[in-house]
T-cell receptor
């Protein structure tokens, strides 16, 4: 089974801090994703990466950056945390398009509930 | 841009009943994929069922089935013989064939009562 591990289940930080959320997957997937989940809004894509050192903006990238130095690890960075970034953050991974066995779903981590005070 | 709409924020049924969750989407593409994901209170999101748009036959996974109406852009999830363990948030999601990212609906909170 695919395992996607997020480093923290709960995190409390202060406004203005630089915050790192880490995600590691163990299935050699090319694609990795960061979402934030808010009530009534579902999941919204922040950034995704389709290869090492490659990244693309999602729908709500403002205030965030990402890093993918190794294939298995995808980090989300809040450069200067603000209270409106209090949310649940979900990481996911997925094989690349070359996998010949049909459509593959995204596999999710347990999520990090981040509170910015 | 593609959008996904789940019009039922919350639903509640008795155990063993059948329940249907609604999902509509908007796209100009002809080839795409649709998914239902489940997020139990423990929070890990797991795939329930998926449908390829080019397949006319509705997908089925045990007690879970979909009603895929391509012309109407509708993708509802039916849960038969509902169980307490089905209590969760359910998200409908769309992926364009040429893209990697998923577009999610707002979610439906389903509660199965004993």
């Amino acid at each position: 089974d695919v395992k996607v591990t997020q480093s923290s289940r709960y995190l409390v930080k202060r406004t203005g801090e630089k915050v790192f959320l880490e995600c590691v997957q163990d299935m050699d997937h090319e694609n990795m994703f960061w979402y934030r989940q808010d009530p009534g809004l579902g999941l919204r894509l922040i950034y995704f990466s389709y290869d090492v050192k490659m990244k693309e903006k999602g729908d709500i990238p403002e205030g965030y950056s990402v890093s993918r130095e190794k294939k298995e690890r995808f980090s989300l960075i809040l450069e200067s945390a603000s209270t409106n970034q209090t949310s649940m953050y979900l990481c996911a991974s997925k094989p690349g398009q070359a996998v010949p066995i049909g459509e593959q779903p995204q596999h999710f981590g347990d999520g990090t509930r981040l509170s910015i005070l | 841009a593609q959008t996904v709409t789940q019009s039922q924020p919350e639903m509640s049924v008795q155990e063993a009943e059948t329940v249907t969750l609604s999902c509509t989407y908007d796209t100009s593409e002809s080839n795409y994929y649709l998914f239902w994901y489940k997020q139990p209170p423990s929070r890990q999101m797991i795939l329930v069922i998926r449908q390829e748009a080019y397949k006319q036959q509705n997908a089925t996974e045990n007690r879970f089935s979909v009603n895929f109406q391509k012309a109407a852009k509708s993708f509802s999830l039916k849960i038969s013989d509902s169980q307490l363990g089905d209590t969760a948030m359910y998200f409908c999601a769309f992926r364009d064939q040429g893209a990697q990212k998923l577009v999610f609906g707002q979610g439906t909170r389903l509660t199965i009562n004993p």
